[in-house]
């Protein structure tokens, strides 16, 4: 018995060197698919901004400084939300597909369950993020209304 312990033991340790380089590697490639997609949109937007007419940039809405905002903030918010959400996607769908292949390896029966619930599970979890994503939006509301309160 001591021995198939210490195999198991030895596979676990294996496994977890595994998902930390595979973690690693994961985090470096959408890091620098994230970086060329945010110098890529901040270029074409700094090259459309250069071709607009010189009384284009006399509006209040077009000055530098909303221009530079947006060229710098609103350009890493969508790298974050293009690479952030396109991980955990790759994440999620990566060990979906492990456990149900190591299911099949040890139990062909647990393997069919598996299969039978991860479409509820899925739903579950866009039910809860958008139950997540209504909450923090009533939250700031409030917030905002309590605030102009204040001022009042």
């Not at 595994?18 to 698919?33: Q, S």
């Amino acid at each position: 018995m001591r021995e198939e312990v210490d195999f198991w033991v030895l596979m676990m340790v294996i496994g977890a060197c595994a998902a930390l380089v595979i973690y690693f590697v994961a985090k470096y490639a959408f890091g620098i698919v994230g970086e060329n997609i945010t110098l890529n949109v901040r270029q074409d937007l700094y090259k459309a901004i250069m071709r607009k007419h010189v009384g284009w940039h006399d509006d209040q809405n077009n000055a530098g400084g909303i221009l530079s905002t947006t060229l710098a903030s609103d350009v890493q918010q969508l790298n974050a939300v293009s690479t952030e959400g396109l991980a955990v996607a790759a994440e999620s769908m990566s060990s979906l597909l492990g456990g149900i292949i190591f299911a099949f390896i040890f139990s062909w029966k647990v393997a069919l369950v598996a299969i039978a619930i991860a479409p509820f599970m899925m739903v579950g979890a866009v039910i809860g993020a958008k139950v997540e994503m209504s909450s923090a939006g009533d939250d700031e509301k409030g917030e905002l209304k309590k605030e102009s309160a204040k001022m009042t």
